[in-house]
Nanobody, 122 residues
Framework: QVQLVESGGGLVQAGGSLRLSCAAS????????MGWFRQAPGKEREFVAG???????YYSDSVKGRFAISRDNAKNTVYLRMNGLKPEDTAVYYC????????????????WGKGTLVTVSS
């Protein structure tokens, strides 16, 4: 079972940037599709971005053009680069992993980290 640990969250002003990282314990990291989800206070968790084993990416409409997901299989790490941050991006961001890659990844993935808080001030 893969274990995921997020880092890189914090407080940033609107318009600023952050890069989140997610380190995976599993040596077969390259066999997993990876994703980022977020949950804002009082709201349901929502899909942000996903990346397949081979590097294909998929984004929610709300972050497309501002966020970029990438992975480094040699480091067992997936990243989320966030530019042009808005107050509505404030949320706990969760890293996720799954052996499945397809249209249903936005509904959820099998393995989850504990999250890292991103706060965007106006």
């Amino acid at each position: 079972q893969v274990q995921l640990v997020e880092s890189g969250g914090g407080l940033v002003q609107a318009g600023g940037s952050l890069r989140l990282s997610c380190a995976a314990s599993e040596g077969t990291f390259s066999s997993y599709a990876m994703g980022w989800f977020r949950q804002a206070p009082g709201k349901e968790r929502e899909f942000v971005a996903g990346i397949s084993r081979t590097g294909n990416t998929y984004y929610s409409d709300s972050v497309k053009g501002r966020f970029a997901i990438s992975r480094d299989n040699a480091k067992n790490t997936v990243y989320l680069r966030m530019n042009g941050l808005k107050p509505e991006d404030t949320a706990v961001y969760y890293c996720a992993a799954d052996t499945y890659w397809g249209p249903k990844i936005s509904a959820g993935m099998e393995y989850w980290g504990k999250g890292t808080l991103v706060t965007v001030s106006s």
